[in-house]
């Protein structure tokens, strides 16, 4: 879809639900290209009618399911995946030995994933340094955002001379 916007609930103002369930962010795909709801029927069969119709169905929920966990699985195990991007937002002393780090992180992937990010910070000539992992504690679905903050352990008492902060999730 436009832009990955989309969720099972709705996230605020806009937000609109179309025929597949799914709320969709304002300015997202138009409803003309959903496709539309099914069309229910409703006819009178007779007992051999409803037997056949009874396994005929269970068949095809049976062929459906096993191609759909099979198509689940090589998804997951090929494609599926979340893949974070981040930013590091601030940082800033908090004593001589600590550095306050504050980091957005947004899902690029296709699949909802909790985000571990490995925080390094350093002086310019790397003398002053620390190392730390950040860790979002829910899933953070694809197309959204979540912000994670911390203290980093600054090495030689060299908070003040940290330089460079970056985060790789």
């Given at each position: 879809?436009?832009?990955?916007?989309v969720?099972?609930?709705s996230?605020g103002?806009?937000?609109w639900?179309?025929s597949?369930?799914?709320w969709?962010?304002?300015?997202?795909v138009?409803?003309?290209r959903?496709?539309a709801?099914?069309?229910?029927t409703?006819?009178?069969?007779?007992?051999?009618?409803c037997?056949m119709?009874?396994?005929g169905?269970?068949?095809?929920?049976g062929?459906?399911m096993?191609?759909g966990?099979?198509?689940?699985a090589?998804d997951?195990?090929?494609?599926?995946?979340?893949r974070?991007?981040?930013?590091?937002?601030?940082?800033?002393?908090?004593?001589s030995?600590?550095?306050y780090?504050?980091i957005?992180v947004?899902?690029i992937?296709?699949?909802?994933?909790?985000?571990?990010?490995?925080?390094?910070a350093?002086?310019?000539?790397s003398?002053?340094?620390?190392?730390t992992?950040?860790?979002?504690?829910?899933?953070?679905?694809?197309g959204f955002?979540?912000?994670v903050?911390?203290?980093?352990?600054?090495?030689?008492?060299g908070?003040e001379?940290?330089?460079?902060v970056?985060?790789t999730?």
């Open positions: 879809m436009d832009g990955g916007w969720s099972d609930t996230q103002t806009g937000w639900q179309a597949d369930g799914k969709y962010a304002p300015g997202n138009s409803a003309d959903l496709p709801p099914p069309v229910k409703t006819e009178k069969l007779g007992t051999k009618g037997l119709g009874f396994l169905l269970a068949l095809t929920v062929v459906v096993g191609i966990w099979a198509g689940f090589i997951h195990a090929l494609t599926g995946q979340a974070f991007w981040s930013k590091v937002e601030l940082y800033k002393p908090t004593d030995s600590h550095l780090v504050s957005d947004k899902n992937g296709s699949k909802a994933g909790v985000p571990s990010c490995q925080v390094e350093s002086s310019f000539d003398s002053d340094y620390g190392v992992t950040f860790t979002v504690r829910v899933p953070v679905d694809p955002y979540s912000h903050a911390g203290l980093v352990i600054i090495t030689n008492q908070a001379d940290v330089s460079s970056t985060a999730c």
